[in-house]
């Protein structure tokens, strides 16, 4: 079993910046994708980003030049960086991890973004 923990949501003005974290856990909790999504009031859950273990990354189209997306192998933990933020970016923000046969999810952490 594996869990995923995200942390570092919050409220941001629009135009500011946060960074997300998500530490995976529990026996075999290195995986070979790791990445991220969110879903917004209303709408279906959507691919932010994701992570390879060698580091190959790929971006929603409206992600791209504004979110990187890392990874630090030793620490099980892939990390979200978000600029330029926008009042569109506000939703739970879930960490996904791809593991052999299954896939777990984190438990989601708010991201809101306004004035």
């Known amino acids: 079993q594996v869990q995923l923990v995200e942390s570092g949501g919050g409220l941001v003005q629009p135009g500011g910046s946060l960074s997300l974290s998500c530490a995976a856990s529990?026996?075999?909790?290195?995986?070979?994708?790791m990445g991220w999504f969110r879903q917004a009031p209303g709408k279906q859950r959507e691919l932010v980003a994701t992570?390879?273990?060698?580091?190959?990354?790929n971006y929603a189209d409206s992600m791209k030049g504004r979110f990187t997306i890392s990874r630090d192998n030793a620490k099980n933990t892939v990390y979200l960086q978000m600029n330029s933020l926008k009042p569109a970016d506000t939703a739970v923000y879930y960490c996904?991890?791809?593991?052999?046969?299954?896939?777990?999810w984190g438990r989601g952490t708010q991201v809101a973004v306004s004035a």
């Open positions: 996904q991890g791809l593991y052999p046969g299954t896939t777990y």
């Open positions: 529990g026996s075999g909790s290195s995986s070979a994708v």
């Open positions: 992570i390879t273990r060698g580091g190959s990354r």
